[in-house]
């Protein structure tokens, strides 16, 4: 026999104990917010200059890349959250997009970009969309069985 399939009790089958930043309890993160990474007016104005061209031009952000949003302080900063979140805690919290100011295209175009400097396009769900907007549309996600819940 393989060994696929049995079942043991002994302490050495079992996988070990997770002790790094990956490990946290909701009550932990509560109480902290080092996670949290609010954005600076500098910040937001190097993310505008880099996202009004493109949007201006209706850029196809499917097509974007890191070289086309540059940010040359930022990206720095952005290291550091993407190591957070892939060798870390596993999350982080963005505040300080000024998004009612900007138009739909200049908040797609802006989110794109911030997300090229965490990593490579992926199609988010069977159409192939790369990127998502996430509004409440007030459905009962209790009962009704089609409510999508984010």
Not at 10 to 22: K, M, N
Not at 39 to 53: F, G, R, S
Not at 79 to 105: N, Y
């Amino acid at each position: 026999m393989s060994g696929q399939g049995k079942i043991s009790g002994r302490a050495d089958d079992l996988p070990p104990i997770v002790t790094d930043a990956s490990a946290w309890y909701g009550p932990d993160i509560e109480r902290r917010s080092e996670w949290i990474h609010p954005l600076a007016d500098q910040d937001i104005a190097e993310i505008e200059a880099a996202m009004k061209p493109l949007a201006g031009r209706k850029a196809d952000i499917a097509l974007m890349t890191r070289t086309d949003f540059p940010l040359p302080t930022l990206a720095p900063k952005l290291e550091s959250i993407r190591d957070e979140v892939v060798k870390g805690r596993g999350f982080a919290l963005m505040r300080g997009l000024p998004v009612g100011r900007w138009s739909i295209r200049e908040s797609a175009t802006a989110y794109f970009g911030i997300g090229t400097h965490f990593g490579n396009v992926r199609s988010q769900n069977a159409m192939g969309h790369i990127l998502g907007h996430v509004r409440d549309l007030g459905r009962d996600a209790v009962n009704d069985p089609t409510a999508r819940v984010y």
